[in-house]
Each structure stands twice: as C-alpha cells, then as structure tokens.
T-cell receptor
Framework: KQEVTQIPAALSVPEGENLVLNCSFT??????LQWFRQDPGKGLTSLLL?????REQTSGRLNASLDKSSGRSTLYIAASQPGDSATYLC??????????FGTGTRLKVLA | NAGVTQTPKFQVLKTGQSMTLQCAQD?????MYWYRQDPGMGLRLIYY???????DKGEVPNGYNVSRLNKREFSLRLESAAPSQTSVYFC???????????FGQGTRLTVV
C-alpha cells in the first residue's frame, strides 16, 4: 500500500530564506507527482507536476525534484516571502490510478 | 472558465439525514475524485472514477456512495450521516493520469 509522508508538519522561517519541503513515498511505481498550495479555508492550487520520467520542474521561485529510486520529492522555494505562507501538499498517482495525498507541511514566512 | 464546481458550499445535517454533494467539471476531464479533509490528516480519497461509467473505492469509502452521472458530473451521497462525517469535502478532476488535477472550492459539512 502506497503511503505518502510530509515532514516537517509545520515550519516557520524568516523572510528571504531559501527552503526545502519534503515528500516521501513508499512505492516507487508512480506515474507522476504534483505539488499543491492550500490557503486557509480555501481549495487547492496546483504548483508543479512532475512526470515519472522527469527529474525536476521549475516555475518562478519554485523548483520541484523527483527521485523515484529513493521515494522522495522536494519542493524548493527560493527567497521566501510572507505571501508564500500556506499549507503545501504533495500528491501522487500510482497503482490503480488512485491519487493519494501526503499530510502536508504548514509553512509560515515571517516578515 | 468555471473549472470544477461543487455545491453546496456549506451544509449542516442532523445525524441520520441523507444528502448528495454535487460536483461538475467543464474541462472534458475523464477522471474525477472525491476527498475529505480533516485537521491534521491531509486529504483522504473516498471514491474515484477513472473514466465515465466506472467508479472505485478509495481509502475511506465506508458510509458513502457515488454516481458518475455523465462525463461532467460526479456526485457523493451520504445515506445516513454521522458526526464522524463532519469534514470538508473536495472534488477533483483531470483529463488523464499524467495530467494536472484541478480542485473545487470544497463543501464544508457539519453533522450534528
């Protein structure tokens, strides 16, 4: 059974820091992995999608990497800003086309 | 562009009542999903429909039923609501397994 873990559960950093969020999974047979952002009381906004054949994807200050052999993806946020404060979730597709989420990392960027 | 639309946005039910949560997408997506989100537990998959005409159980299907009415619509039914079903429910869709998923804004359900 695929299990997806995000550590740490919460993170506070000062503005301007570069930071890394982690997503670990137990079964490397995945189709893709997607990173989302969720603001309090809101829905999910897609950030990046990495296919199983790709190593990384970039969008602005965000860079996501994927290492299937180690069961890990990281989301790198450069020069963090208070507006980046949100919960970040990873989700992946494996096996019977199920789309499974991690528990999320709650990020607070302090001004 | 409407994207994924969920109705209602808020609902309060009494224990034992039934209701249906509606989800519709206008992006010609093949796959649709229902999740529940509880504090500290992320999003858990209830049911999904890989394509029109098919539905499958997710991680937490007990107490729920679904209907893929057509390609656009995927509904979630609670036959006899319980307080444990108090949660925020999200619907999602995507064109195929290797494409982005899009989410609705959620339905906040309280069962008293």
């Amino acid at each position: 059974k695929q299990e997806v873990t995000q550590i740490p559960a919460a993170l506070s950093v000062p503005e301007g820091e570069n930071l890394v969020l982690n997503c670990s999974f137990t079964d490397s047979a995945i189709y893709n992995l997607q990173w989302f952002r969720q603001d309090p009381g809101k829905g999910l906004t897609s950030l990046l999608l990495i296919q199983s054949s790709q190593r990384e994807q970039t969008s602005g200050r965000l860079n996501a990497s994927l290492d299937k052999s180690s069961g890990r993806s990281t989301l790198y946020i450069a020069a963090s800003q208070p507006g980046d404060s949100a919960t970040y979730l990873c989700a992946l597709t494996s096996g019977t086309y199920k789309y499974i989420f991690g528990t999320g990392t709650r990020l607070k960027v302090l001004a | 562009n409407a994207g994924v639309t969920q109705t209602p946005k808020f609902q309060v039910l009494k224990t034992g009542q039934s209701m249906t949560l509606q989800c519709a997408q206008d992006m010609n997506h093949n796959s649709m999903y229902w999740y529940r989100q509880d504090p500290g537990m992320g999003l858990r998959l209830i049911y999904y429909s890989a394509s029109e005409g098919t539905t499958d159980k997710g991680e937490v299907p007990n107490g729920y039923n679904v209907s893929r009415l057509n390609k656009r619509e995927f509904s979630l039914r609670l036959e006899s609501a319980a307080p444990s079903q108090t949660s925020v429910y999200f619907c999602a869709s995507r064109y195929q397994v290797n494409t982005e998923a899009f989410f609705g804004q959620g339905t906040r359900l309280t069962v008293v």
